[in-house]
């Protein structure tokens, strides 16, 4: 695929490092699945969530959950990945897993934060095709270091395209299966200035959707966090 | 009418049609030059203010229907303006919007517009210019149109996802009361059996379902729930949505049903789930005389009221299905429970706590190592326990 001129511009930069030579802890192909639900996780083998000791999956996703709480940006993380790691030893994998103890609680919940970070971002990026549609171009803040399991999320779903997003001030470039960062530093990505009809489409759909008989504002709420309600814009159709 | 319009209208004809799940666990092929994906716990894009998720562009083709049915806005004797999609017009306009990333699937639906085959044929259209000439492999979730010939479902399961017909509801004479042209068995039951034929043949991953509206005929929720449990068992059904009858205009509608409460819709669902995950049958549900689910109370707890002499259970030796009739146990806690206790003896509620459990509501349920954890009347009063003796 011919690239675009922006990436062309963003990839000739020296100092563009594609993930993995970096300070990331993993090359794309080795990036942890998305995250599951610890030891509810093994009902998907059947019957076989019955009988934990000597289960491979037990383990599998052991090693799943250690991978996505490393993510985590709290540099406390590594002690409680210890705790985890020795209850898992001492009192099994299930015990872990299942969160019986507050330090597995505790562990359990560095994962599921980084899980549902991902989860978030590949719900409410938005994407905006630039460069005649070969680009899909989106912004978003993280707290963790998701940046390249939400850059797989779209590499995945828009093989055709290259993929650009700013997560908070760095920009990562998805193309032909690799990545790459870059900090954006001063430089600015050229948006096209007219206004998308598709958005107007968008949010035409979304305001058509709402039934008013059963609003819930909390349980809004509680689907979206108010920290991403900047990247929900159509959540101002509401005034909201 | 101009596109925005038409989404405007089209939206919010389909907008009572429930189903939003985009879950599903296997994946069509995906190559360079294809655009989509599925993800197996599906993705909500955003939520309207009544906190439903928006995670499917869920429009009907055309909101011109032959048929009268009196629940519906779409009705032919309801006068006001028609509108319709060119399949192209919106095949195109769905995949622009996935690109942005502002939706996860698509949802579509229709009038009966000349003929149910008519429509459906114009439906599997924008599916195939999708699967086809967009190259699409993301999810589809097709309508089956009361009527619509074996042939055609087929054609559709070759394409989406999903497929559905609704049953709006339990049974013909109720279905009588609400849609007069209809006929529950030639119309919504035989194309249900043909989408189970292509299911069986390992087409649509993520099932059929079905909707009713509560409420609109009259019915009760022991209805309701012997037809689920009917199709959940013989036609393979995945799950069975309950959309709370609103009267979509008074004024012009013959019937006349008071509204129905959300609470009632809510109590059917916990009802259908005690069905689908926790291993209840319909006989373990406990109806009022009226033959409905009690308002007060959830179906679980009202369950164990009436049966309060197979507790407290031990937690520790309590089989898996009888930790799924204790209040506050949902399955994820109770499949932890199991898992835990092979390596591990539960000693307290804190352990309880943490892994998923209400301790609030099971504490009178259950004993952990022989001890008791609270009272009946931490519930409710013993009087009012009284009633469900």
């Known amino acids: 695929m011919k690239n675009s001129p922006a990436l062309i511009r963003l990839a000739e930069d020296s100092h563009l490092l594609p993930v993995g030579e970096g300070d990331t802890l993993w090359a794309p192909s080795e990036l942890p699945s998305p995250p599951g639900r610890g030891c509810v996780d093994l009902a998907l083998t059947g019957e076989g969530w019955k009988n934990l000791k000597g289960d491979p999956a037990a383990a599998e996703i052991f090693r799943r959950e250690v991978s996505l709480a490393l993510l985590h940006r709290d540099p406390a993380k590594y002690a409680v990945i210890d705790r985890a790691i020795e209850q898992a030893k001492e009192k099994g994998i299930s015990y872990v897993l299942c969160k019986v103890s507050t330090e597995a609680r505790k562990f359990m919940k560095l994962a599921r934060a980084v899980g549902a970070e991902k989860y978030r971002a590949t719900a409410f990026i938005r994407l905006q095709p630039i460069d005649q549609h070969r680009v899909l171009y989106g912004e978003f803040q993280i707290e963790h270091q998701t940046a390249e399991l939400i850059m797989l ?21 998805g193309r032909n299966k690799e990545i790459f960062r870059q900090a954006l530093g001063d430089r600015k990505i050229d948006l096209p200035k007219a206004p998308d009809e598709f958005e107007r489409y968008w949010l035409a759909f979304y305001r058509s959707q709402y039934i008013p008989e059963r609003r819930n504002i909390k349980y809004l709420k509680r689907m979206i966090p108010k920290k991403y309600w900047k990247w929900v814009t159509e959540l101002k159709e509401f005034g909201l | 009418m101009d596109t925005e319009q038409k989404l405007e209208v089209l939206g919010a004809a389909a907008k009572y049609d429930i189903c939003a799940s985009t879950s599903i666990k296997s994946s069509r092929p995906t190559g360079r030059d294809t655009i989509g994906s599925h993800a197996p716990a599906g993705i909500c894009h955003s939520y ?6 928006v995670s499917l562009l869920k429009v009907l083709m055309t909101n011109s229907c032959r048929n009268d049915c009196q629940y519906c806005v779409n009705r032919v004797s309801n006068d006001f303006e028609r509108s319709s999609f060119e399949p192209e017009e919106l095949a195109k306009l769905f995949i622009e919007l996935y690109r942005r990333n502002y939706l996860e699937g698509i949802f579509l639906s229709s009038g009966v517009q000349k003929s149910s085959n008519y429509t459906m044929e ?77 299911i069986q043949k390992g087409l649509l991953k993520a099932g059929q379902t079905t909707q009713f509206v509560v409420g609109a005929a009259g019915e009760t929720d022991l209805e309701l729930l012997k037809t689920t449990n009917w199709l959940y ?13 609103v009267p979509p205009d008074e004024q012009r509608t013959t019937i006349h049903e008071p509204r129905v409460p959300l609470l009632r819709e809510h109590r059917l669902y916990q009802a ?76 307290d509620l804190n352990e309880l706590r943490n892994v998923g459990v209400v301790v609030k509501r099971a504490k009178p349920f259950i004993l952990i190592n022989g001890k008791k954890q609270g009272s009946f009347s931490s519930i409710m009063p013993v009087k009012q326990l009284e009633l469900f003796t």
């Not at chain 2, 049974?171 to 042209?181: M, T, W, Y």
């Open chain 1, 153 to 173: 999320h779209f590499m995945k779903r828009f093989p055709k395209f290259n993929v650009m997003i700013v997560f908070n001030s760095e920009v990562f470039i």
């Open chain 2, 122 to 198: 114009r439906m599997i259209r924008v599916a195939e210019i999708l699967r086809y000439n967009y190259k699409y492999r993301g999810y589809i979730h097709l309508k089956a149109l009361p009527h619509s010939s074996p042939d055609l479902i087929e054609r559709g399961a070759q394409l989406a996802d999903r497929m559905s017909v609704n049953l709006e509801s339990p049974n013909p004479d109720r279905l009588k009361l609400i849609a007069a042209e209809k006929n529950f068995m030639l119309d919504l039951i035989a194309p249900i059996d043909a989408i189970q034929k292509q």
């Open chain 2, 48 to 53: 309207t203010p009544d906190g439903r998720c």
């Open chain 2, 272 to 347: 259908d789930w005690l069905m689908r995950f926790y291993e209840f049958k319909l006989e373990d549900l406990v109806l009022q005389q009226d033959a409905n689910l009690s308002l007060d109370l959830d179906p679980k707890m009202v369950a164990a009221l009436k049966h309060r002499e197979r507790f407290p259970l031990e937690i520790n030796t309590a089989g898996f299905k009888q930790l799924l009739t204790i209040p506050g146990v949902g399955p994820t806690a109770a499949k932890r429970i199991w898992r835990v206790r092979q390596e591990h003896r539960f000693t």
């Open chain 2, 233 to 245: 068992k013989k036609k393979g059904l995945k799950r069975a949505y309950f959309s709370a009858f």
